[in-house]
């Protein structure tokens, strides 16, 4: 089964984002991913909403903007204007991720919560109903170009049967896995449950639309 592709625009050169914006919206995928980081709640610095603004007037692809941030109740109204499908905050970034939620559903995106490797998935089970995607990070949040972590596959069956539960109510849930994606693993991924992968490293150490063609046969 076929998967959502999700590239990480971090890891392309970054002098051409413009360009790698037009490739990836060349190689069909259904996503750009824009890492937003704090230097607070990761080590590393990266865009905020004029970069994101510059890019997603490069393509016509719905963004999936990941907050990596200290106060994503601050910063994720930052990203209202733009119209993202899909804004995620860490549920270790925040203590009303409820509320937040609910306003990023209000804006008109797809409410997205995301799991450090060191946060139970069991974290989610009283607050799933307020979100419509669950990001689990398979490398610790901050650099692209990291190892995938093995322990994400028992992390990723625990989510699916929380996105069963929920489908069971009713409720419907996507399952997004970022960190260490690539043609070698992105089949087991999707088997184990995941609907869109993010992918960095892999997508842009080479020909864009061939990388993305590995990726999406693998799946």
Request: glycine fraction near 8%; charge should be negative.
């Amino acid at each position: 089964m076929s998967v959502a592709i999700s590239p990480s625009i971090l890891a392309a050169p970054l002098a051409h984002l413009g360009k790698a914006a037009k490739d990836i919206e060349a190689a069909s995928c259904e996503y750009v991913h824009i890492d937003v980081m704090d230097g607070h709640f990761v080590p590393a610095l990266t865009f905020g909403e004029q970069i994101t603004a510059a890019i997603a007037a490069e393509t016509k692809l719905p963004l999936d903007v990941h907050l990596m941030v200290t106060h994503p109740e601050r910063e994720a109204r930052k990203y209202y204007a733009l119209k993202p499908a899909i804004l995620t905050f860490h549920y270790e970034a925040t203590t009303a991720p409820i509320r937040l939620a609910g306003e990023i559903r209000e804006c008109g995106a797809l409410a997205g919560i995301a799991l450090n490797p060191r946060t139970p998935v069991s974290a989610l089970n009283d607050i799933i109903e307020a979100f419509d995607l669950i990001l689990l990070m398979s490398v610790e949040p901050g650099y692209y170009g990291q190892k995938f972590i093995e322990a994400s596959w028992r992390r990723l069956e625990e989510i699916r049967l929380l996105q069963e539960r929920e489908a069971a109510k009713g409720h419907k849930v996507l399952i997004e896995v970022d960190g260490g994606v690539s043609d070698q693993n992105a089949k087991m991924l999707s088997s184990a449950g995941a609907q869109i992968l993010v992918s960095g490293g892999f997508v842009f150490k080479g020909d864009t639309t061939l990388q993305v063609k590995k990726l999406k046969e693998g799946t």
